[in-house]
């Protein structure tokens, strides 16, 4: 069988600086994605021409800088990461090239073939965060597996992970017996969806 070998990882954005180029709507989509999930994201989009939505969205976060004019190469210098959303394929082709002499990390929208990494689906539930990713196949399945997941699981998920931090905390022994207790604790956590733990 085909399997799917990205390998996920959580970023903190607001220890990163993102570049995102273009601001019509694929570009609203992945800064809009990006600030729901790290409001404090440090971004520079860079479009030629910037929707109204875009401005809308960026002036209640102000890690987001708007710069409305041709994207430059000098755009890639102080950058980590890098979201490519503009209606020039030839344009993201030169970009991508000059991007991985940086090594920078690229995604161009809707362009797999040009990728470093994907975007995916996320659930969050409190300090409870799941990415989904088809590997490309299908970003509608992504969407409604995110949309069952976050129906599936109890609102008080994140009750859940304060009393297990606390648990933690308070556990001694070695890291063995930890190990041994948080698994019996939680074994039968998604059968009756307590946010207390049985103790
Ligand atoms: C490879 C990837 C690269 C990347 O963009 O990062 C990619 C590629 C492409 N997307 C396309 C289309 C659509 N994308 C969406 C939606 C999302 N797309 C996202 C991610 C990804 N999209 C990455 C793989 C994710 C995975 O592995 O599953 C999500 C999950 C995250 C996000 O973007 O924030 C977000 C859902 C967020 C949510 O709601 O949970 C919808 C549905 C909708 O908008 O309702 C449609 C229309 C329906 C359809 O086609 O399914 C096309 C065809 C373009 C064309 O037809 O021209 C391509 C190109 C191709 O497939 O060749
Ligand atoms: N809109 C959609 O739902 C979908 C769009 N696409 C594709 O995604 C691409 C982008 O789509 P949209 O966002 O709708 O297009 P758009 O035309 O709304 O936005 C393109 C953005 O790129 C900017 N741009 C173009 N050249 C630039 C340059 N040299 N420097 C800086 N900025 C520049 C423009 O000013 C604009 O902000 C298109 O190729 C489209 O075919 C694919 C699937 C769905």
Not at 49 to 57: F, G, N, P, R, T
């Amino acid at each position: 069988m085909e399997r799917n070998n990205l390998f996920p990882v959580f970023l903190k954005l607001e220890m990163l600086d993102m570049l995102i180029v273009g601001g019509g709507h694929v570009g609203l989509e992945k800064l809009t994605a990006v600030l729901k999930n790290s409001p404090a994201a440090r971004v520079t989009l860079v479009a030629r021409h910037v929707q109204q939505a875009v401005l809308d969205l960026a002036k209640d976060h102000p890690g987001v800088k708007i710069e409305e004019r041709n994207f430059k190469l000098w755009d890639l210098w102080d950058k980590d990461l890098v979201i490519l959303a503009t209606d020039n394929r030839q344009l993201h082709e030169t970009i991508r090239k000059f991007a991985r002499t940086r090594k920078l990390l690229i995604n161009v929208a809707d362009t797999p073939d040009l990728c470093d990494f994907y975007l995916g689906s996320v659930v969050t539930k409190g300090n409870l965060k799941i990415g989904v990713s088809t590997n490309g196949k299908s970003p509608t399945i992504s969407k409604r597996i995110r949309e069952y997941l976050e129906e599936a699981l109890p609102d008080d998920t994140n009750d859940l992970l304060d009393n297990m931090q606390k648990i933690r905390e308070q556990l001694t022994g070695d890291f063995n017996h930890k190990v041994k207790v948080l698994n019996e604790i939680t074994t039968t956590w998604l059968d009756n969806k307590q946010a207390t733990p049985a103790s």
